[in-house]
């Protein structure tokens, strides 16, 4: 059993940054890929951004591409989104996943919630 712990969301204003963290434990030796995403109010949860744990490879929706960035620390078993740029439409509770496989998400955090104001 994988359990994550995000941390790190607030409020901040537009056009600022915050940097989500997710604390996976046991150890994720069996995890094929970590990923972020994202339920708006009333929106059905998004994909955000993902990384494969061995290679590092990674892949970012297109509404964040260029402003968020995910990352990971192995000796940590952590994973980060770096987010910049930020708009009143990236409002949501984010929610960190492990997957077991190619999109077979098993995993997931309790969410944390982004608010951006104007």
């Known amino acids: 059993q994988v359990q994550l712990v995000e941390s790190g969301g607030g409020l901040v204003q537009a056009g600022g940054s915050l940097r989500l963290s997710c604390a996976a434990s046991?150890?994720?030796?069996?995890?094929?890929?970590m990923g972020w995403f994202r339920q708006a109010p009333g929106k059905e949860r998004e994909f955000v951004a993902s990384i494969r744990w061995n290679s590092g490879s990674t892949l970012h929706a297109d509404s964040v591409k260029g402003r968020f960035t995910i990352s990971r620390d192995n000796t940590k078993n952590t994973v980060y989104l770096q987010m910049n740029s930020l708009k009143p439409e990236d409002t949501a509770v984010y929610y960190c996943?492990?997957?077991?496989?190619?999109?077979?998400?098993?995993?997931w955090g309790q969410g944390t919630q982004v608010t951006v104001s104007l």
């Open positions: 996943a492990a997957a077991v496989g190619l999109n077979n998400y098993k995993y």
């Open positions: 046991p150890r994720t030796f069996n995890t094929y890929a």
